[in-house]
């Protein structure tokens, strides 16, 4: 069983729709949970980050943590065309400078 | 804002070259990164540095080395290149500490094809 398992898409969506975008992971030590978000020919970029489980909410952008089913999820509403992109889960332990990625949703807004 | 510049953007290369790729910050982080990125593989960590002079494999360390001797500059080295080393190469940087938000910040990939 791989580390973390994120469906690859790709996910294509009308504007105005509620994207989920979801990641499964076996490692029990992961408590850093980070959600990146890669634009074609760019590097990635931290969208958003959670401690342990629990919601965390930043403007249409809520990052869920489930540490007892080890499943996370990052929920986009009202999604716009500029929120077209690659998306990749990220996680690591407490004492670990290693982040595990998943291998990265490519979601399309269709205007 | 903090900025990881990555040398070149488009590299082409001959099998048995040796390749530098370079990388430097400018926000005094102490973590520096090299992963590659391949379509259906992800992102996967090659080396990294918590220091200069100081550096770890990750998990894809053969066929690499790795150079950090100013805190700014990680450069990662590929020793004979080879094709199945074709891939887009990422630098990161990060500020220090394990523990806590200290997300990682990546420059714009260097895609590097080996005939």
């Known amino acids: 069983q791989k580390e973390v398992e994120q469906d690859p898409g790709p996910l294509s969506v009308p504007e105005g729709a509620i994207v989920s975008l979801n990641c499964t992971y076996s490692?029990?030590?992961?408590?850093?949970f980070m959600w990146y978000r890669q634009y074609s020919r760019k590097g990635p970029e931290l969208l958003m980050y959670?401690?342990?489980?629990g919601n965390k909410e930043d403007g249409r952008f809520t990052a869920q943590v489930d540490k007892s089913s080890k499943y996370i999820s990052l929920f986009i509403r009202d999604s716009q065309p500029s929120d077209s992109a690659t998306y990749l889960c990220?996680?690591?332990?407490?004492?670990?400078?290693?982040?595990?990625f998943g291998k990265g949703t490519l979601l399309t807004v269709n205007p | 804002d903090v900025k990881v510049t990555q040398s070149s953007r488009y590299l082409v290369k001959r099998t048995g070259e040796k390749v530098f790729l370079e990388c430097v910050q400018d926000?005094?982080?102490?973590?520096m990164f090299w992963y590659r990125q391949d379509p259906g593989l992800g992102l996967r960590l090659i080396y990294f540095?918590?220091?200069?002079?100081?550096?770890e494999k990750g998990d894809i360390p053969e066929g690499y080395s790795v150079s950090r001797e100013k805190k700014e500059r990680f450069s990662l080295i590929l020793e004979s290149a080879s094709t199945n080393q074709t891939s887009m190469y990422l630098c990161?940087?990060?500020?220090?500490?394990?523990?806590?938000?200290?997300?990682?910040?990546f420059g714009n990939g260097t895609r590097l094809t080996v005939t």
């Open positions: 540095s918590y220091d200069v002079k100081m550096k």
């Open positions: 959670t401690y342990s489980s």
């Open positions: 926000m005094d982080h102490e973590n």
């Open positions: 990161a940087s990060s500020p220090a500490g394990t523990v806590g938000d200290s997300p990682l910040h």
């Open positions: 990220a996680m690591r332990g407490g004492s670990n400078y290693k982040l595990t």
């Open positions: 490692n029990s030590a992961f408590q850093y």
